[in-house]
Every structure is written in C-alpha cells, then in structure tokens.
C-alpha cells in the first residue's frame, strides 16, 4: 500500500537554527512530491512542489526540499528559521497514474520556534 | 480572487443521521476532492470530481459520497453517522495543470 512516513511529529527549533524534516514514501511508481504547510488558525498551502527535473525544488518563504529517488525521500530545508515559521508541515505525495489530485499524506510535523 | 469556500463551518450531529457539506472552488477551477483529517488517521483522500465525474476514490465506505454540478460546485454526503466520523473535512480546489491544490478552511463535524 501507499504511504508516507514523516519522522518527527514534533520539532522545537530557537530562531536562526537551521531545519530539516524527514520524508519517505512507499510505491512502486513515478509521484509527483508537495510539502503543504498549515500555520496556526489557517488553511492548508502550498510549499513546494517537485514533479520532475532538477531535485532540488525551492518554494515560497525560503524553503527548499531535495527528492531523492534512490531514497524514496523528499526532506524539507531551511537554513534559518522564523518564529513565523512556526506551523505543521505535511508532506504528500500523488501517484502519477492517480492524477494530480489524489494526495496522500505523511502524519505532519508540528514545527514550533522560539525567538 | 476568492478562496475555496466551505459550508457549513462547523455543525454537531447525532448517530444515525445524515450530512450534506458544500464546497465551492475558486473560479476557473474544475477539480474538487475531499479529504478527511482526524487526528488519529491524519489526512485521508475521500474522492475526487471533475467535471461533474468521479475521477478517484479513497478507502472509505459507500456511506461517504459526493456529486459534482455543472458550475463546479461540490457536496459530500455522509450518511448513517458514526462517532468515528467526527472531523474536519476539507475541500481541494485544482488548478488547471500546476498540480497544485487551494484548501478551504473545512466544515468541522461532531458526531453525538
């Protein structure tokens, strides 16, 4: 079966620290990879994206993930955190045959800095 | 331009009964899916629409369904309400051909 496996559920980081969360998925075929980030009393949105071409990816707000296909992994970077980035961060993968739609989800990892 | 707009926010139910909850996309997009968040099961895909077709379905049981209208306009429907289906389910909004999803805020249910 299909399924995403984030390691840390939580992470306490102090600002300017440096961040990296853990994504491994498990199928057999071409996905397309997303991180989505959920910021207190927010909705969902987008991080970044990786469908194909270079592995590294850059989003918005100075993150960047690294797919690595021998790996099965997709971790998430950000060489010095906010307290603004203080969120849960989802990492969710689509399987190329399911169309772009249907995501399936890591568990999140509750992201909390501190000035 | 607006965001994907779920309805009703937040209601309470009792066992047995039966749910209808709206979505609204952005405008120009055809695609809906849903998604069931708890926190013991985290995320999990219910189905997709696109134009007014179920394009994908998740794991669930044929109590949980939904329907696409030709504006692109989107209802799920549980019926029989379990406790288990206490969540917030959410609403995905699909930009054409960026692969990327807008999430409503989701309709938040309490099963009595």
């Known amino acids: 079966a299909q399924s995403v496996s984030q390691h840390n559920h939580h992470v306490i980081l102090s600002e300017a620290a440096s961040l990296e969360l853990g994504c491994n998925y498990s199928?057999?075929?071409?996905?397309?990879l997303f991180w989505y980030v959920q910021y207190p009393g927010q909705h969902l949105q987008l991080l970044l994206k990786?469908?194909?071409?270079?592995?590294l990816v850059k989003g918005i707000k100075g993150f960047e993930a690294e797919f690595i296909k021998s790996k099965f992994s997709f971790n998430l970077r950000k060489p010095s955190v906010q307290w603004s980035d203080t969120a849960e961060y989802f990492c969710?993968?689509?399987?190329?045959?399911?169309?772009?739609?249907?995501?399936?989800f890591g568990a999140g990892t509750r992201l909390a800095v501190h000035p | 331009k607006a965001g994907v707009t779920q309805t009703p926010r937040y209601l309470i139910k009792t066992r047995g009964q039966q749910v209808t909850l709206s979505c609204s996309p952005i405008?120009?997009?055809?695609?809906v899916s849903w998604y069931q968040q708890t926190p013991g099961q985290g995320l999990q895909f219910l189905f997709e629409?696109?134009?007014?077709?179920?394009?994908n379905k998740g794991n669930f049981p044929g109590r949980f369904s939904g329907r696409q209208f030709s504006n692109s306009r989107s209802e799920m429907n549980v019926s029989t309400l379990e406790l288990g289906d206490s969540a917030l389910y959410l609403c995905?909004?699909?930009?054409?051909?960026?692969?990327?999803?807008?999430f409503g805020e989701g309709s938040r249910l309490t099963v009595l």
């Open positions: 995905a909004s699909g930009a054409p051909n960026t692969g990327e999803l807008f």
């Open positions: 199928y057999g075929g071409t996905v397309n």
């Open positions: 990786y469908f194909s071409g270079d592995p």
């Open positions: 969710a993968v689509s399987p190329i045959s399911g169309g772009y739609n249907k995501l399936i």
């Open positions: 405008s120009g997009h055809r695609s």
């Open positions: 629409y696109f134009s007014e077709t179920q394009r």
